[in-house]
């Protein structure tokens, strides 16, 4: 990126046609250098051949947005239903007699206590209670641990696992594990996400709650399917053999009659938000405890009992006491706030910052998230977000901002 904005300078600079002509060549040139860089997931021509507007994403060339807009993307897969492409994601499997404990060693949550075939949402943390990353963790077998982790923590989450494995196994633990790099991932989320799902598999689905997790065949592929996703919507997480996954995405479209459309990062990131889920990277860092982060309810009330992860002292300290900072939802006025959008009282002292925000395409309104100090943190709480050197009144408010649909027992 620094290499085009060069060539860019020099243009300017220079002030010629000939100049200008040659800058543009470069610009050309590298920005195709630069793309065939990115790696590309199974589904890339298929993206492409749909209208697919292909972006740069944690190293990944994936698409933002098809032909639809971000807003007109958002309300239909809260009306009808979403199919996304996120086979950038990395899934991973731990096996071993003792793959739990070596886990529960990294992450917060109670992966013993899981009954086989159901997950739960979890953090892996530092020595100092931070954030390494947020992941799906499913408990298939005692023996055989699924979990996800997020495409621009990849080469970071692998490094760390890698290294805790093996100081665990040279102790005589016994765990391995195998990256599903043969895999791809497609999450189809909406109302309609069930119901066209079921007309390609012979499994019972009304009998797959939230978090479930089945090792089926779906099209006549073999598939581990996941009830689950990253919308707020109820839907599934498909993770598919690379060499089907053009198929299977075909076949989901066709089933669905042209109700379910595929959708791109962007209308993602605003299901997302209005479910009042963490970005990592935005909402979640390696500062931030799960604690603060609203994640209390995902450390195990063994764990919170017993520890046993790294960064237990600073978190079970802070379950006593209170954090310093908590995340809130917002609602505000003017311009959507966005990351690092400065909160202040009304006064003007600052007392947190904006971590994600935009307009609610549901909603016909701004909400963000961010960090504000401990005690300003309840709902109906008044301050000001600013936004290009603005101030705008803003107020706290309880998430999720739109009410969630998972599939759970009644």
């Known amino acids: 990126m620094r290499g085009l904005l060069a060539c860019a300078t020099l243009a300017r600079r220079a002030g010629g046609a000939a100049a200008t002509s040659t800058a543009r060549r470069h610009l050309a040139g590298a920005a195709e250098a630069a793309e065939a860089e990115l790696k590309k997931t199974a589904l890339y021509d298929f993206h492409v051949a749909h ?56 992450v917060v949550a109670d992966v013993a206590a899981l009954k086989d075939g159901t997950g739960t949402l979890t953090v892996f943390t530092n020595d100092r209670g931070g954030a390494i990353d947020d992941s799906v963790v499913t408990k298939v077998t005692d023996q055989h641990i699924y979990l996800v982790v997020n495409a621009g923590c990849r080469d970071k ?37 069930a119901p066209t799902l079921q007309l390609l598999t012979k499994e019972d689905l009304s009998k797959m709650y939230f978090s479930d997790f089945k090792m089926i065949d779906i099209n006549g592929y073999a598939c581990f399917l996941t009830r689950t996703g990253y919308t707020g919507e109820d839907g599934f997480e498909i993770s598919v053999p690379s060499e089907n996954a053009v198929d299977l ?27 009042g889920l963490c970005l990592y990277g935005n909402d979640m860092e390696q500062h931030i405890t799960p604690v603060e982060a609203g994640l209390s309810w995902a450390i195990g009330k063994r764990r919170k009992a017993e520890g046993g992860f790294l960064g237990a002292d600073v978190i079970l300290k802070q379950l006593q006491e209170g954090p310093k900072i908590r995340r809130v939802g917002l609602l505000s006025q003017g311009p959507p706030p966005r990351s690092h959008s400065e909160i202040v009282s009304n006064s003007g002292e600052n007392i947190g910052e904006v971590t994600s925000g ?53």
């Open 157 to 193: 989450d692998l490094a760390h696992i890698g290294e805790h494995m093996e100081a665990f196994n040279k102790k005589g633990g016994d765990v391995k594990w195998h990256v599903h790099d043969e895999r791809s991932l497609l999450a189809l989320q909406g109302p309609l996400a």
């Open 249 to 275: 995405a075909k076949a989901l479209l066709e089933k669905s009659e042209g109700k379910v459309r595929l959708t791109g990062l962007g209308a993602r990131d605003s299901l997302r938000l209005e479910a």
């Open 51 to 106: 209208g697919g507007k292909m972006v740069p994403f944690a190293g990944w060339s994936m698409p933002i947005q098809y032909k639809d807009t971000i807003m007109d993307s958002t309300l239909n897969c809260r009306a009808n239903g979403s199919l996304f492409d996120v086979s950038h994601m990395c899934g991973l499997s731990l096996h071993g007699r003792q793959a739990i404990p070596f886990l529960e060693s990294l």
């Open 358 to 410: 935009g307009f609610s395409p549901c909603l016909k309104k701004n909400i963000a998230m961010g960090y504000v100090k401990s005690g300003l943190h309840k709902a109906g709480t008044e301050f000001k977000v600013v936004v290009r050197g603005k101030s705008y009144d803003a107020v706290v408010t309880k998430m999720p901002f739109v009410p969630t649909k998972y599939y759970k027992p009644s």
